[in-house]
DNA sequence: CGGCCCCTGTTGTATATACAAGTTGGTATA
DNA sequence: TATACCAACTTGTATATACAACAGGGGCCG
């Protein structure tokens, strides 16, 4: 394998664009299995821990599955669908060069009822913190944020100023997330809502739904609602 | 660092585990510098290449960050949301353990517009595929998928039994998608589309705009339509 | 014919060693 | 005061070696 300085990239780089190489050109279809390690290792001529790292990467991103002492197999293509990690829609906003301003409705402590006993992992009755934020792109509503947060995780949540900071960086800050999960739907808003989002009768709403826990401490649960024709939730990936 | 035989992780998982246990903790804050490579091998008795395959998988994992020579820094929570890989709707009705069926409205040969010209990488007037397909989950349809293909990446698209093999499955075959796009929104269906999926009056879609490319090679461009009340995306992911 | 054992080949983990490439800080000189 | 150089420390990559753990196939024995 060549190593010659002409900006190339490293060994192990070089292996994983030749075995992609080899799946995306049809010539090792799913179940194949691959080459092992040491026959890579003569093939290639360079070292099995190079040719290892490189098998070992494209098994975490995905193209390769792996089983100790049988082989490696060119995985079939995953058929999953997931929102990757969290999003600050104050940054999202700027990235778009546009200015975000927040409505605060109300930012408060409350008594958990029974639903939000269970998502946050606590009581019935026992005190935890409720806000109600609108945030807008140039003055324009784009998300009805919906917020519980757990006392234990966050306790001077109250004492911060939401014009100033999103609940979410402030959060990411008090709690680092170790674990989230979401949950992505079209609802047609209650008058309410709509009012707020400054929406026309018989338009929809893309709610996410968002829990997340701190090291294995349950954080916070947000009802995020965005006016359908407003906002997209998207992304590009690379294989 | 302990490595007695009682079920333990390997060395390389209790120095992940142990750096996210203190960055989660709040030791160490973000952009803090954490200790280097040689320090830690000091500290946690274990080789350097085992603290340097940890901060590596951390680092791509998004805990932390490194500058080669200056040295490796607790990184920010990243602030994005994306849809991270393809769904196949056959296999996600399965999971449930419902009934995966498909209506064939039309699988056709077309010649490019405008918009799906620019979407496949093609001049108007070429020839492309289209399908439009209803799925149903034990009898209920609960996805409109709209397809376009590009002849170059999957010239056998007209061939295939769709009500065996969803157009999905088959551009995975096909097509091994090297990168992809998601945009995700809510919207109110047409008349045609709320018929075809068995919806009332006035309910919302979520709806799935889905783009794959294959080894640069534009592949697919489908518009996925979901009834609101009866489908949701999401997903669970661990720091 | 079936089961068990052994051998071979495979992947998984760990360490040591070496060198490359980059950063940073301090010192010396102009 | 500015610039350049050097040393030390950092991360990045590569290889060799060793051993553990697992899978699979073949042969032998009951």
Redesign the pocket.
Known sequence: ?S?S?AAEP?????VKDYIVGRIVAGDWPEETK??????L?REL??????V??A??EL?AEGWLE???????FVAPPKPQSEILAVRNIAEEIAARGHAHSTEILYVRRERARALEAQLLGLERGDPLFHSLIVHRENGVPVQLEDRYVNPQAAPDYLEQDFTAITPHSYLMQAAPISEAEHVVTAVMPSAEERKLLGMKAGEPCLELRRQTWSGGLPVTSARLLHPGERYRLGGRFAG
Chains 1, 2 share one sequence.
């Open positions: 394998m190593t300085p490293p060994l192990y780089q070089q691959v080459p092992s390690e040491n026959e290792t001529k360079v070292s099995r821990m190079t290892h790292r098998l070992r098994t792996r089983v100790q002492g049988a082989g490696t």
